[in-house]
């Protein structure tokens, strides 16, 4: 399991480590408007998803807004952020950020992504900070487990591979 921690002190992950070359597991997440999304529901695209622990955090924030930049030029590929953060709160966070691009869905009800992907810290019943990219064939192909939750991810890395897929 990968060792992450947050402020400096180890934290537990829950749920089961997502490797490259797995086949994605499905979950089921709440778009803003309190409907639920699955993975199946972006089946024959690519997507990339950026998991953060609080969407209204200085790091989340860069990190959520760095990919909206980017989703502009990532041809065929979804976008999507995911935290416990309530979809109201999402939404109103978009809105203030101008946020058009990246998808913001909630894993607040049953951490069914956090679970899935293994990104639970049972501490703090937050996700910690990950990259997962997921090809058309619902292969994983990229995963980044951020050893620091408080530090920003491989941005460049990330999105090499969600343009090579």
């Given amino acids: ?7 400096g002190n180890p934290v537990t992950l829950v749920g089961n480590e997502v490797k490259v070359g797995d086949t ?14 699955t993975l199946d529901d972006s089946k024959g695209t690519v997507r990339l998803i950026s998991v953060v622990p609080s969407i209204d955090t200085p790091v989340c924030d860069q990190q959520t807004r760095r ?3 980017e989703a502009a030029s990532l041809q065929d590929v979804a976008v999507l952020t ?3 953060d309530l979809p109201f709160a999402q ?3 978009c809105a203030a950020a101008g946020i058009d691009r990246v998808q913001t869905l909630s894993d607040h009800r049953e951490l069914s992504f956090g679970k899935a992907y293994g990104v639970v810290m049972e501490e703090l019943r937050l996700l910690a900070r ?23 991810p491989d941005y460049e890395a990330a999105i090499l591979a969600a343009t090579k897929n």
């Fill in 1 to 7: 399991m990968a060792q992450v921690r947050f402020k």
């Fill in 24 to 37: 994605a597991p499905n979950f089921q997440v709440w778009d803003q408007d309190l409907s639920p999304v």
């Fill in 67 to 69: 990919f909206n930049e």
């Fill in 82 to 84: 995911i935290s416990v």
């Fill in 91 to 93: 939404k109103r966070w």
């Fill in 130 to 152: 990950a990259i997962f990219v997921i090809d058309k064939n619902n292969k994983v192909v990229y995963a980044e487990y951020v050893s620091e939750v408080t530090e920003h």
